[in-house]
């Protein structure tokens, strides 16, 4: 209990007394009234003393609280009295005890002593007057218009055993107004591609193309000069713009409404027009400016095309991708991409084919389209292949008597002892290095070539020989098919190969319904008349009853989020679990009303999950943000450490984000 609480029990107390003498008074009137008034006398004197005596005490008490609070010496009293800056002694929980003349001018207060100095300042907070003598106390703080750089340390005054803190305040009004002019008119860097360019001409009449050029370019011109940048068109479908930062606030608030302008231009054209946008701020200089709007542009067309990526020192953040991809009519890059493989595989001493874990008949039929390039040359080559699901499996039993592919297949530590100056190594149907069979190969690997057809991601694999990621394409068996058409004139699959790459588009195209493109068909068609036995691939995905009756059984237990999206759990641990789920995804879509469908299941990590849209929904974006990834109509995501109730939980929150942030 502190001096003045003691002496407020003590008035407490003297007034009791007095209030008794006052009530023996009054009783003793009705015996002795010459008794009873000098009682009453005596009370009045002492409620007299008694208020003088309190002043009197509170005054002392005052006085004796301030002489122990600067018991530090005369000179430094006269210092702190006379110091340049507002100072202010508070105890640990914020009281003020002291301060000087031009901390009271500063606040424009009265009387601040035993305020607490966070109600007073409220930026302020709590943690910046930390309890240890060796921490100094260094903050930025608000107040009436004001900022200010607060520092001091904890001290322990005289004799006493209180510790107190010391504070300053130093204006730095004028440096924070510069600081924020200065970030305020500072540039980025800003690209702006038009998708699909080419074929967006060729889908308008020959009559109406100037007038969609000039729409275009309108669009984009006006944009920047309606936030104040400087335009610079250095090819015919490519822009390069100058913003200040202060723009960029409104560019996120406005969720780059330049990207719905751009797909409301209609002037004859049948496949809608898009922009890609990579942007590129806060790096050293304007060369790493340069550098980061580039890989964020790169970033937006590896995504599909239609969204604003922002790329900085620390990571990328995305806008828009809402719309589907288009595909492109052109094969010249199908065409370029086959000869510089080729020159590759020729250069190589063996080439190792690699995808993703729990590998899928897209990755296989993509790795046996590789092999046969590889074939052709009569270069040594190897499939990595360690976990896969059961319709891989069932594949693989059908290749077992066939010799020519004996010895193909290897695990991670023998693909490692197979490792040279000269390997090649040839990553299909992923990009991101976590997901890899074995990405501690890409270690050794001098050349390294990757062929995908996912979104493109955060993650990526880095110091490639050569690319080929086409987010439009349905598979990744599609852009091997193509690229073997390409490779010879009298190209030839076995049987078996050519039913390998057809199970690949017709598993990842859901039998020819999601993602499907004039190519598609081609890639179809060309490995049709290599032999493909129609009957022989439904064979290969069909399933025992048990199978079937789990899937029925997720597809029961489906709960509607939002009025046409489908959640489903289901929660029994099981091997190879994740095909069923999947496969429930992809029906949960033929029930009426519904757009979007999310399976979840647990497994021995955590929680996966395998969404599924129509189109109208972007199942990537919402899975991206809890760590997964892939396409518009089929992504997918992996939570470790969670139950399946936190992980639906957080997908449901994941879809609520992502309406907030797609709404017009």
């Known amino acids: 209990m502190d001096t003045k609480q003691k002496a407020k029990v003590y008035y407490m107390t003297g007034g009791f007394y007095i209030i008794i003498i006052f009530l023996l008074g009054f009783i003793t009137f009705w015996f002795n009234r010459y008794l009873a008034i000098a009682e009453v006398i005596i009370a009045a004197l002492l409620c007299v003393v008694n208020y003088v005596y309190k002043k009197y005490t509170e005054k002392r008490i005052s006085d004796m609280f301030e002489t122990m609070t600067l018991q530090i010496g005369s000179e430094t009293h006269n210092a702190l009295m006379h110091f340049p800056l507002p100072t202010l002694l508070i105890e640990k929980d914020g009281k003020i005890k002291w301060y000087n003349e031009l901390f009271l001018v500063m606040t424009n207060e009265q009387h601040l002593y035993d305020k607490n100095i966070h109600e007073l300042i409220p930026g302020l907070v709590p943690e910046t007057t930390a309890t240890d003598p060796r921490v100094s106390v260094l903050t930025t703080v608000t107040y009436d218009n004001r900022t200010f750089r607060v520092f001091g340390s904890n001290s322990q005054l005289g004799d006493t055993k209180s510790d107190v803190i010391v504070l300053y305040f130093d204006e730095i009004t004028e440096y924070e107004d510069l600081k924020q002019k200065y970030i305020n008119e500072k540039t980025f860097e800003c690209l702006v591609f038009v998708d699909n360019y080419d074929e967006l001409m060729e889908s308008a009449a020959r009559n109406t193309t100037p007038q969609l050029q000039g729409q275009l370019y309108k669009y984009i011109n006006d944009w920047s000069n309606e936030n104040g940048g400087v335009l610079i068109k250095y090819e015919k479908d490519k822009y390069c713009i100058l913003f200040e930062y202060s723009r960029l606030d409104d560019f996120i608030k406005n969720k780059f409404d330049i990207l719905s302008k751009i797909r409301g231009i209609s002037e004859g054209n049948t496949i809608p027009a898009s922009v890609s946008i990579g942007i590129g701020l806060n790096g050293k200089d304007i060369v790493e400016n340069d550098q980061f709007a580039k890989a964020a542009v790169n970033m937006a067309l590896g995504r599909g095309g239609d969204q604003a990526v922002i790329k900085d020192q620390e990571q990328f953040r995305f806008y828009g991708g809402t719309s589907k991809e288009y595909e492109k009519s052109t094969r010249v890059k199908a065409r370029v991409v086959s000869f510089a493989l080729s020159g590759l595989i020729t250069n190589a001493d063996n080439i190792i084919v690699m995808s993703h874990k729990n590998a899928d008949v897209d990755s296989l039929g993509a790795a046996f389209g590789v092999y046969r390039l590889c074939k052709m040359q009569d270069k040594p080559v190897n499939i990595l ?133 004039v190519r598609t068909f081609e890639a179809a068609s060309f490995l049709r008349k290599q032999g493909v036995d129609t009957i022989a691939i439904k064979t290969m995905f069909q399933q025992d009853l048990t199978t079937y009756i789990k899937r029925a059984t997720i597809i029961r237990d489906a709960e509607i989020f939002r009025d046409h999206i489908a959640i489903s759990v289901y929660r029994e641990v099981e091997k190879n679990i994740q095909i069923v789920v999947a496969q429930a995804a992809d029906e949960l879509l033929n029930i009426k009303g519904i757009t979007a469908s999310f399976v979840l299941c647990k497994t021995e990590n955590g929680v996966n999950i395998s969404g599924r849209s129509l189109g109208g929904i972007n199942v990537q974006v919402i899975l991206e943000k809890l760590g997964g990834g892939g396409h518009m109509t089929i992504a997918g995501a992996q939570l470790n450490n969670l139950s399946l109730e936190e992980a639906k939980e957080c997908l449901q929150q994941a879809i609520d984000d992502y309406y907030l942030e797609t709404v017009d």
């Open 385 to 517: 292949l360690e976990s896969y699901d059961q319709t891989v499996k069932n594949m693989l039993d059908r290749l077992e008597n066939a010799e020519e592919y004996e010895g193909l297949f290897l695990n991670a530590q023998q693909a490692m002892a197979k490792c040279t100056e000269g390997t090649l190594f040839v990553v299909v149907d992923t990009h991101k290095p976590s997901l890899l069979e074995a990405p501690q190969l890409l270690q050794k690997a001098k050349q390294i070539v990757l062929i995908d057809h996912h979104r493109r991601g955060t993650e990526f694999i880095e110091n490639t020989a050569l690319i080929y990621h086409e987010p439009y394409a349905s598979s990744t068996c599609e852009m091997l098919t193509e690229i073997l058409q390409y490779s010879s004139d009298k190209m030839s699959l076995t049987k078996l190969e050519a039913e390998c790459l057809y199970a690949g588009i017709v598993i990842d195209t859901k039998h020819f319904t999601f993602k499907t493109g």
